[in-house]
């Protein structure tokens, strides 16, 4: 079975600075997906950023950004220009393409704070 | 287009009654899954179903829960029999088709307590 790992239960920012959280998972899938999400304090989940795990290119969304570190099983989200809105709880999950149905397998979530 | 609708958002329930939840997926989506997500505590995967059909209830405790997605009217998440360890927030998500190239979409959760 899959497992997602997410080491920092806290991480704080100041304003405008950059800030990475990390993940790393478990699997013997060849193929996958790795998806960060974003769980502000309403509680609904928003999908951040995902990452085909067949495309070596690093995926961006604006001022989101991941590394991907296939071997190392490492998926780690950098937020640039950190803004007060970005508070939130991120979760990193996993999504095999092999297994039917297709479950997110979710980390324990970073809460992260911005300072202004 | 709504987004997944999910009520209701708050639900208090005494030890031993019953717990309803309901999940409206996105128009067009057929694809419905529940999570769980306990208190200081990432979602964890209950079941998935499609229209009519349960394809993976593999998350589901044996006893107590059960869910159905009928042809036509929300996708229900039935607890039996509540219990303070039952208190969590319950989250629905839909999609499209199969396949993990298809986003789930989560609606706002239900929030149920146990008194």
């Known amino acids: 079975a899959q497992t997602v790992t997410q080491s920092q239960p806290e991480m704080s920012v100041q304003e405008a600075e950059t800030v990475t959280l990390s993940c790393t998972y478990d699997t013997s899938e060849s193929d996958y997906y790795l998806f960060w999400y974003k769980q502000p304090p309403s509680r609904q989940m928003i999908l951040v950023i995902r990452q085909e795990a067949y495309k070596q290119q690093n995926a961006t969304e604006n001022r989101f950004s991941v590394n991907f570190q296939k071997a190392a099983k490492s998926f780690s989200l950098k937020i640039s220009d950190s803004q007060l809105g970005d508070a939130a709880m991120y979760f990193c999950a996993y999504r095999s393409v092999e297994t039917s149905g297709s479950r997110l397998t979710f980390g324990e979530g970073t809460q992260l704070t911005v300072n202004p | 287009n709504a987004g997944v609708m999910q009520n209701p958002r708050h639900l208090v329930r005494r030890r031993g009654q019953e717990a309803r939840l309901r999940c409206s997926p996105m128009?067009?989506?057929?694809?419905v899954y529940w999570y769980r997500q306990l208190p200081e505590e990432g979602l964890k995967f209950m079941v998935y179903?499609?229209?009519?059909?349960?394809?993976?209830e593999s998350g589901m405790p044996k006893e107590r829960f059960s869910a159905e997605f009928p042809k036509e009217g929300p996708s229900i998440l039935r607890i039996q029999q509540v219990v303070r360890g039952d208190s969590a927030a319950y989250f629905c998500?839909?999609?499209?088709?199969?396949?993990?190239?298809?986003?789930?979409?989560f609606g706002p959760g239900t929030r149920l307590t146990v008194l």
């Open positions: 998500a839909s999609s499209p088709r199969q396949g993990p190239y298809n986003e789930q979409f």
């Open positions: 179903l499609q229209k009519e059909n349960i394809i993976d």
């Open positions: 128009k067009g989506h057929s694809h």
